[in-house]
């Protein structure tokens, strides 16, 4: 511990440096989870991955198939120095084709809720988004188009502000999203 200004902080070292990874990294988003926050009793994690997500009852995530190419997950964090914070904004959006009534009432659900979004990329590898504070649907559009050739549906827009960035979810607790615990 070092005393600076008559304040007392705790020096904490770089645990590891980074070298160039292989290039086998790809961009995009493979699929998409989402779960009503208040259904889930517990996330266990350890070392920023999540081992376990226990679901209330019967409650699971449902998946939404995405269209190739079209969905994005980003997170941008703002540290401030003057106020001695750091946050981060977490972001999804995905378009779904085609406006139906089924849909409409789906998003409307949505609207209702903190959810629990997860993010599985194009390397296989599952991100937890809205930990913290839950996602919320931001900035949605239901379109008509205006040519033969436009898409005709919703683009899905959520957002959080999180105390830290997603942690990853393994491949073993990716498995069990869409099962109902027993």
């Given at each position: 511990?070092?005393?600076?200004?008559?304040?007392?902080?705790?020096?904490?070292?770089?645990?590891?440096?980074y070298n160039l990874?292989?290039?086998?990294?790809?961009?995009?988003?493979?699929?998409?989870?989402?779960?009503?926050?208040?259904?889930?009793?517990?996330?266990?994690?350890?070392?920023?991955?999540?081992?376990?997500?226990?679901?209330?009852?019967?409650?699971?995530?449902?998946?939404?198939?995405?269209?190739?190419?079209?969905?994005?997950?980003?997170?941008?964090?703002?540290?401030?120095?003057e106020n001695g914070?750091?946050?981060?904004?977490?972001?999804?959006?995905?378009?779904i084709n085609k406006?139906?009534?089924?849909?409409?009432?789906?998003?409307?659900?949505?609207?209702?809720?903190?959810?629990?979004?997860?993010?599985?990329?194009?390397?296989?590898?599952?991100?937890?988004?809205?930990?913290?504070?839950?996602?919320?649907?931001?900035?949605?559009?239901?379109?008509?188009?205006?040519?033969?050739?436009?898409?005709?549906?919703?683009?899905?827009?959520?957002?959080?502000?999180?105390?830290?960035?997603?942690?990853?979810?393994?491949?073993?607790?990716?498995?069990?999203?869409?099962?109902?615990?027993?």
């Amino acid at each position: 511990i070092s005393l600076f200004d008559g304040h007392a902080f705790v020096l904490n070292s770089n645990t590891q440096g980074y070298n160039l990874d292989c290039r086998d990294s790809y961009g995009g988003v493979k699929e998409i989870y989402i779960a009503e926050k208040a259904t889930i009793s517990a996330i266990t994690a350890t070392a920023g991955v999540i081992t376990a997500i226990d679901k209330d009852g019967t409650k699971v995530f449902f998946k939404y198939n995405l269209i190739a190419h079209t969905a994005e997950a980003d997170q941008e964090a703002t540290p401030s120095r003057e106020n001695g914070t750091f946050m981060v904004k977490q972001t999804v959006k995905f378009p779904i084709n085609k406006m139906t009534v089924a849909v409409r009432n789906e998003l409307l659900l949505l609207a209702q809720n903190r959810l629990y979004i997860v993010v599985v990329d194009n390397n296989g590898i599952g991100w937890l988004f809205g930990e913290g504070n839950g996602m919320m649907l931001a900035p949605t559009t239901a379109k008509t188009g205006r040519l033969l050739g436009d898409r005709n549906g919703f683009e899905l827009s959520f957002e959080s502000d999180e105390k830290t960035l997603a942690q990853q979810v393994d491949a073993a607790t990716l498995l069990t999203l869409t099962t109902a615990e027993s």
